[in-house]
């Protein structure tokens, strides 16, 4: 079992930075990400990092602006968003999986989730 708690959303103006973190309990996931939801969109994959190598894969929408890490000590990862943008407005979404991923990008591959927290960028 892994429990997520994300912290770090917030309300920034376009251009602005935010910093998401996830905290993670129980056991040590393979990989983490970051999706978001919009509202009367689908969700969508932002960012993913494996633990223990630090294999990274970003959507195309977020590539050179978002940064996302890992902090193994503290069981936490992190999403460092830069020049955001209000396309970049959503409920982002931590998730975890303890298995070995084929396929960063689809939700539905991930067990464990957090509660979400929201970003909102005006123009």
């Known amino acids: 079992q892994v429990q997520l708690v994300e912290s770090g959303g917030g309300l920034v103006q376009a251009g602005g930075s935010l910093k998401l973190s996830c905290a993670a309990s129980?056991?040590?996931?393979?990989?983490m990400a970051w999706f978001r939801q919009a509202p009367g969109k689908v969700r969508e994959f932002v960012a993913a990092?494996?633990?223990?190598?630090?294999?990274?894969d970003y959507a195309d929408s977020v590539k050179g602006r978002f940064t996302i890490s890992s902090d193994n000590a503290k069981n936490t990862v992190h999403l460092q968003m830069n020049s955001l943008k209000p396309e970049d407005t959503a409920v982002y979404y931590c998730?975890?999986?303890?298995?070995?991923?084929?396929?960063?990008?689809?939700?539905?591959?991930?067990?464990?989730w957090g509660q979400g927290t929201q970003v909102t960028v005006s123009s």
């Open positions: 990092i494996t633990r223990n190598a630090g294999i990274t």
């Open positions: 129980g056991r040590t996931s393979y990989a």
């Open positions: 998730a975890a999986e303890l298995s070995r991923l084929n396929d960063f990008r689809n939700w539905v591959t991930y067990r464990y």
